[in-house]
Nanobody, 121 residues
Framework: QEYLVESGGGLVQPGGSLKLSCTAS????????ISWYRQAPGKQREMVAQ???????DYADFLKGRFTLSRDNAKNTFYLQMNSLRPEDTAIYYC???????????????WGQGTQVTVSE
């Protein structure tokens, strides 16, 4: 079962914007943190940004303020607004959740399937 589903990726020109969504659904009791990671071809997966249950956000230093997290609690959806995109932002973007499921004895880590972001002329 997929608990986290990403959407919003695509092809964009340098300097453009995209807004990614991560929707949590299923037998989820509580979401503690939602993080965005990305993995470019031939590179390790790296953390981009994170938001906690109480709204605290954290961003990777290399973003230099270009990306912004937000959430819609009613929809259980988390967003990553990406502005001033560069070719080096090209990667598969993954949503990772630290969550407590109703059927699980303790919290666990769950990943979405990823969404491709390509920044190119």
């Amino acid at each position: 079962q997929e608990y986290l589903v990403e959407s919003g990726g695509g092809l964009v020109q340098p300097g453009g914007s995209l807004k990614l969504s991560c929707t949590a659904s299923g037998s989820i009791l509580k979401i503690y943190t939602i993080s965005w990671y990305r993995q470019a071809p031939g590179k390790q997966r790296e953390m981009v940004a994170q938001i906690t249950n109480d709204g605290k956000t954290d961003y990777a230093d290399f973003l230099k303020g270009r990306f912004t997290l937000s959430r819609d609690n009613a929809k259980n959806t988390f967003y990553l607004q990406m502005n001033s995109l560069r070719p080096e932002d090209t990667a598969i973007y993954y949503c990772k959740g630290e969550m407590q499921l109703t059927r699980a004895p303790m919290r666990g880590i769950y990943w979405g399937q990823g969404t491709q972001v390509t920044v190119s002329e």
